[in-house]
């Protein structure tokens, strides 16, 4: 049973348009949620996070939309550039027994063409 | 170096041997992760280790995983009797640890292993 969801193995954005990728939980204790970025080969690098007490976090062209209610949050990046092609995760972490474990979603491959 | 280093990057090993996989984290880092990646799969959490605290050991799969954590620092993941269902990348990551703030967690390029 998955705690963190992402429903789109991938998606195909062109270059200069919207990339919204989704995310729902089902452990309503998580109250931190993470999103990273992954290229091939390489581990995971932190993109941004958010904070159960706030409904949205913008850093540059990506912001962090955060529904409490609906246990969803979504990744928006805005202009879509092809360096962004990547596969993104979505983590959520809770302040279980006082650690902080992020799990994980499957991840969305996201591809951005010129 | 200034990032988590992991090592071997990949190992290819025969089904039945034990296999040791390395981490060196980031200095000062508390906090130390594993995870491993299955192909197609999400990240799957192994262990975690915090400071001097018992590590939380609720997601090894089986016996066969262990790990230690010596001084705080490098961390060794020991596989005992590797199956084909094993392969995967093996990512180690680590955080400044303690609270919502510092737990964005830094990974290291990961170890790829394939068991034959």
């Known amino acids: 049973d998955q705690q963190v969801k992402q429903n789109s193995p991938s998606l195909s954005v062109q270059e200069g348009r919207i990339s919204i990728l989704n995310c729902d939980y089902t452990?309503?204790?998580?109250?931190?949620f993470l999103w990273y970025k992954k290229y091939p080969a390489e581990g995971p690098t932190f993109l941004i996070s958010?904070?159960?007490?706030?409904d949205k976090n913008e850093d540059g062209r990506f912001t962090v939309f955060l529904n409490k209610s609906a246990k969803h949050l979504s990744l928006h990046i805005v202009p879509s550039q092809p360096g962004d092609s990547a596969v993104y995760f979505c983590?959520?972490?809770?302040?279980?027994?006082?650690?902080?474990?992020?799990?994980f979603g499957r991840g969305t491959s996201l591809i951005v063409h010129p | 170096g200034a990032g988590v280093s992991q090592s071997p990057s990949n190992k290819v090993t025969e089904k039945g041997k034990d296999v040791e996989l390395r981490c060196d984290p980031i200095?000062?880092?508390?906090?130390l992760y594993w995870y491993r990646q299955s192909l197609g799969q999400g990240l799957e959490f192994l262990i975690y280790?915090?400071?001097?605290?018992?590590?939380?050991k609720s997601g090894l799969p089986s016996d066969r995983f262990s790990a230690e954590r010596t001084g705080g620092s490098v961390s060794t993941l020991t596989i005992q009797r590797t199956q084909q269902e094993d392969s995967a990348v093996y990512l180690c990551?680590?955080?400044?640890?303690f609270g919502r703030g510092n737990t964005e967690a830094f990974f290291g390029q990961g170890t790829r292993l394939t068991v034959v």
């Open positions: 990551a680590s955080s400044l640890g």
């Open positions: 452990n309503s204790m998580f109250d931190y």
């Open positions: 958010i904070s159960s007490i706030k």
């Open positions: 983590a959520a972490s809770s302040a279980s027994g006082g650690s902080y474990i992020p799990t």
């Open positions: 200095s000062g880092h508390t906090a």
């Open positions: 280790f915090q400071g001097n605290s018992a590590p939380d």
